[in-house]
Structures are given as structure tokens and as C-alpha cells.
């Protein structure tokens, strides 16, 4: 009963609480993916690549990442930054919209069986109708930490904090559930990050991604500490206003360059043809080349019109980055058949 009234006290004051302005961001943070109309990581260098149609909508703050319960995805390369092992804050707004599959991911560093048990270091999860946040200890056990349930379709506040051996999650700027823990998480170097899917694919088929969730996820930041209960409530009574952007620095979108990837599906090259103007422009420009996963293949620094062998490749989806010295200029897809 004590948990029943506490879930409606949290709508009914997520709903009806008077936000204020914009506050300063808090120290500490690693990464931002604001969704504002792109998926680039605004702090960092690690910029998610969205699949299969991930959109924008209107979101609690600005814009919002848009993901349909299909197969939209965003996934980001790995990066030691990412690997919080120890203390660490991770927060989100976030609005389910769709109850169809029970099992929903909302994002998550690490991964599930590929085909084998592999560890994650943080993910939150809709489990039917309960939030679920959780890691893999050094041991290969699941620690969770349950949140409330909700079916209001409405935008809530997650802020999971790890301190030590406790973790401690807020909802809505209440603290809804802290525990203790005996083994510290699992590393998670060499798997990705990713958002709207869980990396799970324990029979080696041919999707390597799975519990898609059907929602949309508004201003995914990532701490290397963890946060007071001030800081969380002062982010929280933010509201709409959220978190001063114009205090840190910008990642820029994708930028509207003449940049051609031909044929693609391909057997044994890829023709990357960049107009000549830009490389006045763009200085030490190279090319990247991974796997689904998320993991390095090659990469090449590229002239206006540069290929690259790919014949040594297996047949499957890949993921390319074009940058310079300073920015991520594309991103998209190669297909080897």
C-alpha cells in the first residue's frame, strides 16, 4: 500500500510541479545526448549512430530521441569513460508509449548473451510494467535495483546513482529505492553502448539486438561520480528548462557536406568520394570503419576520392565515421554482401 500511494504521489507531482529556469550543469559529466535533433554526444566524442529510423520528437527539454519499438536504435563505440565500474550517476527523462512487449531496454552498457553471458555496467529496463535498473557484478550476478511502475504515458525522471557499494535510484526527484551491494560491476570494455535495444543474441542469429523499446528518451546524461540528493532535485525542479546547454560545448550534427559512399552494398571496395572543395576546409580527414557491435575494424586517412578493400570482411552490416582533426563530419551504414 505504502508503494501504491508513492507511485501516485510521484505522477501526480511530476505532473503539476512549477519548474523554474535553466541551472548549471554539475561537475563530473562525461557525456550528454540531448536528442536534440541529433544523437551527437555534446560533451565527448562519443557520438551515437542511430539505426533504422530512430526519430525527434518534442520531449520534456527541447527535443527528444524518438525509438518505435521495432528496430530503432542508437548505439555509441566504446570508450574507457563509458566503463563506470565505480562510482557513477546516470539520468534520463523518459516516456513509454508502447506496452506491446514486455521486455523494453532502454539503454544499456554491455550487453546480454552473444551468445555467452556478457556483463552490463549499467542498464534501465521497463519489465512488463516495473522500472528496473542493473549491472552485472564481478561475480556474473545480476544486481537490481526496482523502481516504480507506470502506465500514464507520461514523461518521469530517472536518476540512478552508484556510490561505493549502494546505488540509490530517484524518480521524479524522490528517492524511490536505495540497496547495498557486495561485488563491484563487471568491466564492459569492448561492448557498446546503446540506447532504445539491449546488444542480445543468444542464438547467433542475425539480429544482434533485441528488446526494443517503444518510447522517447530526453537528456541522457552520464556522471563519473555519483550525485548528491541536492543536485538530483535541483536538475529535476529544472523541468522544461533542464540544464543550461549553453555552459558547456557543442557537438555539431552531421554536417550538410557533398559526401558519397558508392556501391554500397558492396563485395570488394567502397568508393568514398568527398568534394575536393572541403578538404581546404576539413584537415587530416579519415575514415573508420566497425562492426555492428560497436568494435574497431580499419580506418583510412582519405583524399577526395579514396576507396577502401572490404573484401576481407564478412558478409553483414557495418558502421562508418568520417572526421578531422576536431569534428564528426558523417556517419551511416556499409553493407558487404
Not at 542480445?200 to 523499446?213: E, M, Q
Request: charged share 20%; hydrophobic share 40%; with cysteine.
Amino acid at each position: 500500500m505504502k508503494r501504491i500511494l508513492l507511485i501516485v504521489l510521484i505522477t501526480i507531482c511530476s505532473q503539476q510541479h512549477s519548474f523554474s529556469q535553466c541551472e548549471t550543469p554539475p561537475s563530473g559529466m562525461v557525456s550528454w545526448w540531448t536528442g536534440d535533433m541529433t544523437t551527437l554526444d555534446k560533451i565527448d566524442d562519443n557520438h551515437a549512430i542511430p539505426f533504422n529510423g530512430v526519430g525527434y520528437t518534442t520531449g520534456m527539454v527541447d527535443e527528444a530521441l524518438f525509438f518505435d519499438g521495432i528496430d530503432d536504435i542508437a548505439l555509441v563505440f566504446d570508450s574507457p569513460e563509458l566503463d563506470t565500474t565505480g562510482d557513477m550517476t546516470v539520468m534520463a527523462w523518459v516516456r513509454r508509449i508502447g506496452y506491446a512487449n514486455p521486455h523494453q531496454v532502454v539503454f544499456c552498457k554491455g550487453a546480454g548473451y552473444i551468445p555467452n553471458d556478457a556483463p552490463a555496467v549499467f542498464l534501465m529496463r521497463f519489465e512488463f510494467d516495473v522500472t528496473e535498473f542493473i549491472f552485472e557484478d564481478s561475480n556474473g550476478d545480476n544486481i537490481i535495483l526496482n523502481g516504480p511502475a507506470f502506465e500514464d504515458s507520461f514523461y518521469h525522471h530517472y536518476v540512478y546513482v552508484r556510490q561505493g557499494n549502494t546505488h540509490t535510484l530517484y524518480v521524479d526527484g524522490f528517492l524511490f529505492n536505495h540497496s547495498t551491494f557486495t561485488n563491484p560491476p563487471a568491466s564492459t570494455t569492448g561492448l557498446s553502448f546503446t540506447v532504445g535495444a539491449q546488444y542480445h543474441n543468444p542464438t547467433s542469429g542475425p539480429n544482434d539486438f533485441d528488446f526494443y523499446f517503444h518510447g522517447e528518451v530526453d537528456e541522457l546524461m552520464l556522471y563519473n561520480r555519483a550525485l548528491t540528493n541536492t543536485e538530483v532535485q535541483v536538475i529535476y525542479n529544472a523541468g522544461a528548462d533542464g540544464v543550461c546547454k549553453d555552459a558547456l560545448s557543442v557537438a555539431e550534427n552531421d554536417l550538410e557536406i557533398d559526401f558519397k559512399v558508392y556501391p554500397n552494398p558492396a563485395s570488394n571496395y567502397i568508393q568514398f568520394q568527398l568534394d575536393a572543395k572541403y578538404m581546404q576546409t576539413y584537415k587530416n580527414v579519415k575514415l573508420s570503419i566497425y562492426d555492428i557491435k560497436g568494435a574497431f575494424i580499419q580506418e583510412k586517412n582519405i583524399d577526395f576520392n579514396s576507396n577502401i578493400a572490404i573484401s576481407n570482411l564478412k558478409k553483414g552490416v557495418y558502421l562508418y565515421t568520417l572526421q578531422d582533426e576536431s569534428q564528426l563530419l558523417k556517419s551511416g551504414q556499409l553493407i558487404k554482401k
